[in-house]
């Protein structure tokens, strides 16, 4: 197994089975204890803002917000800083947790020896 697992989403609302799968597949690694990182970016920035989590509704699907909440709690979620200023997000209307970072700090973590890195 990979010693952390670092899933970027890029599909938000607009793609709710891409979106879910991202967390539904997070949630596992995390329940496995991998630490795992997740990256919003795109139309998956709305999920840190709260309450946009819960409209994005998948038929046979956990709901998105208990994936997110089992993340949050065993592992991180950042927002991606264009894809928040593109959208005037800032830190203040973020989900307790979530943070915003640059690309920079994605480099940094995808690059680490025993990472793994998923795209949705």
């Known amino acids: 197994m990979a010693d952390s697992l670092v899933i970027e989403v890029v599909a938000g609302p607009d793609a709710p089975e891409r979106c879910n799968q ?6 596992a690694a995390c329940a496995a204890g991998v630490p795992v990182e997740v990256w919003l970016n795109g ?7 709260p ?3 819960a409209g994005l509704v998948l038929e046979e699907a956990a709901p998105l917000t208990e ?3 089992i993340v949050l709690e065993a592992g991180q979620v950042r927002v991606c800083t264009q894809a928040a ?9 973020l989900i307790e947790g979530v943070t ?3 690309a920079a700090a994605y480099l940094e973590r995808i690059l680490r020896e025993g990472t793994r890195t998923l795209v949705y």
């Open 100 to 102: 915003i970072a640059g």
């Open 51 to 53: 309450g946009r989590a």
């Open 67 to 69: 994936l997110l909440e």
């Open 22 to 27: 991202a967390f539904t597949v997070a949630a």
């Open 43 to 49: 139309e998956a920035a709305w999920l840190a803002v």
């Open 85 to 93: 200023a593109r959208r005037s997000i800032g830190p203040a209307d």
